[in-house]
């Protein structure tokens, strides 16, 4: 690209009126807002407004016992996938309580696998999972999001660990 000369980046008054100084500034505010988009672009496909490595978490509880994968920002009205990991000793029923407001930013469309029994517990749900021969057993949940805003959710098994986690749902 060739150098401007000198007499370019002067006002000229023929054939048209002309303010390069204030053209410059519009040049540089033009080019600070295509960074700003490169910036943005760069985010969204890491996960900032949706699913991506920005936004794919995991908690686990103290004892090793409860993990949970989730997605930290979500859309409303679209579903995703919340997996809580339980280990206990083979052939065990284990007794997991989803509680916080969870229930009020989501709707439950799905669990796989069907729970031997479920029951209200308070703001919340407790579901009983009978776990495999290694003593583990997982629990998908479908959620459809239907709130805006921040939701704070403790997954917990009774008489052992517990983990609390925030997901943020955008309009």
Do not use: C
């Not at 998908?140 to 999001?145: A, P």
């Amino acid at each position: 690209m060739n150098a401007p000369k000198p007499d370019d980046l002067k006002s000229r008054h023929y054939p048209v009126k002309e303010d390069m100084a204030l053209q410059r500034k519009v040049w540089r505010f033009e080019r600070l807002g295509w960074y700003a988009l490169v910036v943005l672009m760069g985010l969204t496909l890491a996960g900032l407004f949706s699913k991506g490595p920005l936004s794919t978490a995991e908690v686990r509880g103290a004892d090793g016992q409860l993990r949970v994968e989730y997605q930290r920002f979500l859309r409303n009205g679209s579903s995703d996938g919340l997996v809580v990991h339980l280990q206990g000793r083979a052939r065990e029923t284990l007794e997991v309580e989803i509680k916080g407001e969870l229930l009020r930013g989501f709707n439950i469309e799905m669990l796989q696998p069907q729970p031997l029994k479920a029951s209200a517990a308070g703001d919340g749900v407790k579901l009983w999972l009978m776990s495999d021969n290694d003593g583990q057993a997982t629990l998908h949940l479908t959620l459809r999001n239907d709130g805006v805003g921040s939701f704070a959710t403790r997954v917990s098994r009774t008489g052992g660990a517990s983990v609390r986690f925030s997901q943020f749902i955008y309009p």
